[in-house]
């Protein structure tokens, strides 16, 4: 059974830092790639930044040039450095891992992880 873990959200003010990471657990042979999204509160769940197993990486417009996502492939895990934090980029963030395989003839599926919430104070 694969898990994904999230930590490092917390209160932050404006223009400060946070770092968030989310490691999967348990037998994985693949994964295509590896996100980030959020949910504001009375907003729907928005994608921030997403990473594939070549490296590429796209992002909202909104978070471009403030923040970096990465991944450490031999961990299954991704991170968020979030710089010049800003007080919209309050929400629970979600870490998902798309196109995960347990083996190379198992099927592939989506995993999410449980949120972590992130607010930026003025």
């Known amino acids: 059974q694969v898990q994904l873990v999230e930590s490092g959200g917390g209160l932050v003010q404006a223009g400060g830092s946070l770092t968030l990471s989310c490691a999967a657990s348990?037998?994985?042979?693949?994964?295509?790639?590896m996100g980030w999204y959020r949910q504001a509160p009375g907003k729907q769940r928005e994608l921030v930044a997403v990473?594939?197993?070549?490296?590429?990486?796209e992002y909202q417009y909104s978070v471009k040039g403030r923040f970096t996502i990465s991944s450490d492939n031999d961990k299954n895990t991704v991170y968020l450095q979030m710089n010049s934090l800003k007080l919209e980029d309050t929400a629970v963030y979600y870490c998902?891992?798309?196109?995960?395989?347990?083996?190379?003839?198992?099927?592939?599926?989506?995993?999410w992880g449980q949120g972590t919430q992130v607010t930026v104070s003025s």
């Open positions: 348990g037998n994985i042979f693949s994964i295509n790639a």
């Open positions: 990473i594939n197993s070549g490296g590429s990486t």
């Open positions: 998902n891992e798309e196109g995960v395989q347990v083996t190379s003839k198992a099927g592939s599926r989506d995993y």
